[in-house]
């Protein structure tokens, strides 16, 4: 990718890395209209302003926000669903290929280039897949607001990559031309298999119909914040009154009680206290 390209995702993804991964408007938005289709279409992902979100978002809000922005650079970013054992479609993030790389297809010597435009027609992964030799993860959702170089599987690539993010590290596997890995560790605790992508990805219908469901998971009883400091590399996670703190030195994990539930997860999460208490009024219905 050219510096100039790089840039523009760089400064993109950083602007986006100060938005909180929250489900409190989604829920809101969820009682508001009665229905899932109706507060997805409530979403704030449609303003490019972030600054004027009435809270933070999802995986679905966050990676759909990207999308549309990208789109509207000239990139062509791919949207992708992740899978975690046995619960498909669960989470979602982007493929972005390298606008100015090359291609490659299966049983072709890496070296050899293909003009894209020639491969245009063809299918994103599976059998006769056009593979970029260059493409990047952008995974918002999982708090990772680097682009992440995708390894290409063997025998065309080394079939993994390592990322020494923090606090959370990150390693990509590649088993295979349809699927890809993500696995994430720190403070010496061992990696764990979080998500599988299948890379081909998925149409916007088929996205949004994902993002739907998800009003209706498990995970909408309950707050769930998640936020990144990458300043100072600490990451917030409060899921069940219960607050996670993870830097360089590991994780620690607080009860928070509910008499300073409220500005506690304000000032961490960066939320209005209205918010807040205006979501735990609908959960505790």
Same mark, same amino acid.
């Given at each position: 990718? =050219?510096?100039?390209?790089?840039?523009?995702?760089?400064?993109?993804? +950083?602007?986006? $890395?100060?938005?909180?991964?929250?489900?409190?408007?989604?829920?809101?938005?969820?009682?508001?209209?009665?229905?899932?289709?109706?507060? /997805?279409?409530?979403?704030?992902? !449609?303003?490019?302003?972030?600054?004027? @979100?009435?809270?933070?978002?999802?995986?679905? $809000?966050? =990676? @759909?926000?990207?999308?549309?922005?990208?789109? !509207?650079?000239?990139?062509? %970013?791919?949207?992708?669903?992740?899978?975690? /054992?046995?619960?498909?479609?669960?989470?979602?993030?982007?493929?972005? %290929?390298?606008?100015?790389?090359?291609?490659?297809?299966?049983?072709?010597?890496? *070296?050899?280039?293909?003009? #894209?435009?020639?491969?245009?027609?063809?299918?994103?992964? &599976?059998?006769?897949?056009?593979?970029?030799?260059? *493409?990047?993860?952008?995974?918002?959702?999982?708090?990772?607001?680097?682009?992440?170089?995708?390894?290409?599987?063997?025998?065309?690539?080394?079939?993994?990559?390592?990322?020494?993010? *923090? #606090?959370?590290?990150?390693?990509?596997? /590649?088993?295979?031309?349809?699927?890809?890995?993500? @696995?994430?560790?720190?403070?010496?605790?061992?990696?764990?298999?979080?998500?599988?992508?299948?890379?081909? &990805?998925?149409?916007?219908?088929?996205?949004?119909?994902? @993002?739907?469901?998800?009003?209706?998971?498990?995970?909408?009883?309950?707050?769930?914040?998640?936020?990144?400091?990458?300043?100072?590399?600490?990451?917030?996670?409060?899921?069940? &009154? +219960?607050?996670?703190?993870?830097?360089?030195?590991?994780?620690?994990?607080?009860?928070?009680?509910?008499?300073?539930?409220?500005?506690?997860?304000?000032?961490?999460?960066?939320?209005?206290?209205?918010?807040?208490? /205006?979501?735990?009024?609908?959960?505790?219905?």
């Amino acid at each position: 990718m =050219t510096p100039e390209n790089m840039k523009k995702v760089v400064d993109l993804c +950083n602007q986006v $890395s100060n938005i909180t991964y929250e489900n409190l408007t989604k829920i809101i938005r969820l009682e508001q209209t009665g229905s899932a289709t109706g507060a /997805r279409k409530l979403d704030d992902s !449609d303003q490019n302003d972030i600054d004027s @979100w009435m809270g933070g978002g999802t995986c679905f $809000s966050m =990676t @759909w926000h990207l999308y549309q922005t990208l789109t !509207d650079m000239g990139f062509k %970013p791919r949207l992708v669903m992740g899978h975690k /054992r046995k619960e498909r479609n669960i989470h979602c993030a982007l493929i972005l %290929p390298d606008p100015d790389d090359s291609f490659v297809t299966p049983g072709q010597p890496f *070296s050899a280039n293909v003009s #894209p435009a020639s491969m245009s027609s063809q299918p994103c992964a &599976g059998t006769g897949a056009v593979l970029s030799s260059n *493409s990047f993860l952008l995974d918002p959702g999982y708090l990772i607001f680097d682009p992440l170089q995708m390894p290409l599987p063997q025998p065309f690539g080394t079939g993994e990559a390592f990322f020494p993010l *923090s #606090p959370n590290c990150v390693r990509l596997v /590649r088993p295979t031309l349809e699927s890809m890995e993500l @696995w994430t560790g720190g403070a010496g605790a061992p990696m764990k298999l979080r998500f599988e992508y299948p890379v081909e &990805g998925v149409s916007v219908e088929e996205f949004k119909h994902h @993002w739907n469901e998800s009003f209706y998971r498990e995970m909408m009883t309950y707050p769930v914040l998640n936020r990144l400091d990458r300043e100072r590399g600490v990451q917030y996670y409060y899921q069940k &009154g +219960n607050l996670v703190t993870r830097d360089a030195n590991g994780s620690r994990m607080e009860k928070i009680e509910d008499s300073v539930r409220v500005e506690t997860l304000s000032r961490i999460f960066d939320l209005k206290p209205e918010l807040i208490e /205006r979501a735990l009024r609908i959960l505790n219905k």
